[in-house]
């Protein structure tokens, strides 16, 4: 009984100690949050009270793109056509658009981009100039490949070969010109542009591209020679379904049948459900003279990919 009473005035006496501490740590935990919030209350308060030229600069040389928006924002409620806070507007909702995941929220900041640096371009200074072009293009780039229809590769074109013209450096404006030149059906102007990306860094894709020109121009032997490097090479799953099912429609526009047909093998070795390998090892068929086989690889096509417009064709065509 004395034990049990003992205990009791333990337990008591450290809930004694206990509380106190749990308090302490409740008032220390509500006084860190109450600073926090003053301190968001005192930077967002800071920004609208007291924006500056050099807090965009701080701001930018800390990568706080969302800063750097927002206070350019405010000068400009201040004074309208602030060039400066324009640009860095214009550069900050560009990044801003880059890193969204939301396409709508993406489409808003992108739109902003292009209306902020097309205003500040008509006066700005001779020294930024080249770089607001180089932005703009790769906005309107960007714009391009966010909506659902694309009208905006000209303008690519427009503003990136004006930042080129101005000696603009950078290792990207090159392919972003071959991309857009393909997109415009300048096959020639393409070619042209993504070998001169070559030159700045080689990549798979960069080579596919360049194939796929070379192919449209007529110039399938140029293009095999790109297609034959990118499969060798190659550890990309995607860019070697695309290099080989190309590598084989034109083999089979050559008459080589058994040459396509191995392309088409080895991609279907791997992986039985490529909907474009099938229909290619139809064509082959067709080439053969063996149109029960062909047909045969035209259903499978359809069972993997039901759409296939190609594919359609033919079974109605040998109906």
């Given at each position: 009984?004395?034990?049990?009473?003992?205990?009791?005035?333990?337990?008591?006496?450290?809930?004694?100690?206990?509380f106190?501490?749990?308090?302490g740590?409740?008032?220390?935990?509500?006084?860190?949050?109450?600073?926090?919030?003053?301190?968001?209350?005192?930077?967002?308060?800071?920004?609208?009270?007291?924006?500056?030229?050099?807090?965009?600069?701080?701001?930018?040389?800390?990568?706080?793109?969302?800063?750097?928006?927002?206070?350019?924002?405010?000068?400009?409620?201040k004074?309208?056509f602030?060039?400066?806070?324009?640009?860095?507007?214009?550069?900050?909702?560009?990044?801003?658009?880059?890193?969204?995941?939301?396409?709508?929220?993406?489409?808003?900041?992108?739109?902003?981009?292009?209306?902020?640096?097309?205003?500040?371009?008509?006066?700005?200074?001779?020294?930024?100039?080249?770089?607001?072009?180089?932005?703009?293009?790769?906005s309107?780039f960007?714009?391009?490949?966010?909506?659902?229809?694309h009208?905006?590769?000209?303008?690519?074109?427009?503003?990136?070969t004006?930042?080129?013209?101005?000696?603009?450096?950078?290792?990207?404006?090159?392919?972003?010109?071959?991309?857009?030149?393909?997109?415009?059906?300048?096959?020639?102007?393409?070619?042209?542009?993504?070998?001169?990306?070559?030159?700045?860094?080689?990549?798979?894709?960069?080579?596919?591209?360049?194939?796929?020109?070379?192919?449209?121009?007529?110039?399938?032997?140029?293009?095999?020679?790109?297609?034959?490097?990118?499969?060798?090479?190659?550890?990309?799953?995607?860019?070697?379904?695309?290099?080989?099912?190309?590598?084989?429609?034109?083999?089979?526009?050559?008459?080589?049948?058994?040459?396509?047909?191995?392309?088409?093998?080895?991609?279907?070795?791997?992986n039985?459900?490529i909907?474009?390998?099938?229909?290619?090892?139809?064509?082959?068929?067709e080439?053969?003279?063996?149109?029960a086989?062909a047909?045969?690889?035209?259903?499978?096509?359809?069972?993997?990919?039901?759409?296939?417009a190609?594919?359609?064709?033919?079974?109605?065509?040998?109906?």
């Amino acid at each position: 009984m004395r034990k049990a009473r003992s205990a009791n005035r333990l337990i008591i006496k450290s809930k004694g100690k206990f509380f106190p501490f749990l308090l302490g740590g409740l008032v220390t935990l509500a006084v860190v949050f109450s600073m926090a919030f003053a301190l968001t209350r005192f930077v967002s308060y800071r920004i609208h009270k007291y924006p500056s030229t050099t807090m965009l600069s701080d701001k930018w040389s800390e990568y706080d793109y969302q800063g750097v928006y927002d206070t350019a924002g405010v000068l400009l409620e201040k004074k309208t056509f602030n060039n400066t806070a324009l640009t860095y507007r214009g550069y900050s909702a560009f990044y801003l658009a880059m890193a969204s995941t939301s396409s709508s929220l993406a489409q808003e900041y992108i739109d902003e981009a292009i209306r902020a640096l097309r205003i500040a371009m008509m006066h700005a200074k001779e020294k930024t100039l080249p770089q607001i072009h180089y932005i703009l293009g790769k906005s309107y780039f960007y714009k391009d490949s966010i909506s659902s229809y694309h009208y905006y590769a000209d303008m690519v074109v427009h503003y990136l070969t004006l930042a080129k013209q101005e000696s603009y450096k950078a290792d990207d404006i090159s392919e972003y010109l071959g991309l857009s030149y393909a997109q415009l059906g300048m096959t020639l102007e393409s070619i042209a542009a993504f070998s001169e990306a070559l030159l700045v860094r080689e990549s798979d894709a960069l080579l596919l591209s360049i194939a796929e020109q070379y192919s449209k121009a007529g110039q399938d032997s140029a293009a095999k020679q790109y297609l034959f490097q990118i499969i060798q090479r190659s550890q990309n799953d995607s860019i070697i379904v695309k290099s080989r099912t190309l590598l084989g429609n034109i083999l089979i526009a050559e008459n080589d049948y058994d040459g396509a047909q191995r392309e088409f093998d080895a991609l279907i070795s791997k992986n039985e459900n490529i909907a474009d390998a099938h229909y290619g090892l139809g064509l082959v068929h067709e080439g053969r003279g063996d149109l029960a086989k062909a047909r045969a690889e035209w259903r499978k096509t359809l069972r993997i990919q039901v759409n296939h417009a190609d594919a359609l064709s033919k079974i109605q065509q040998y109906r």
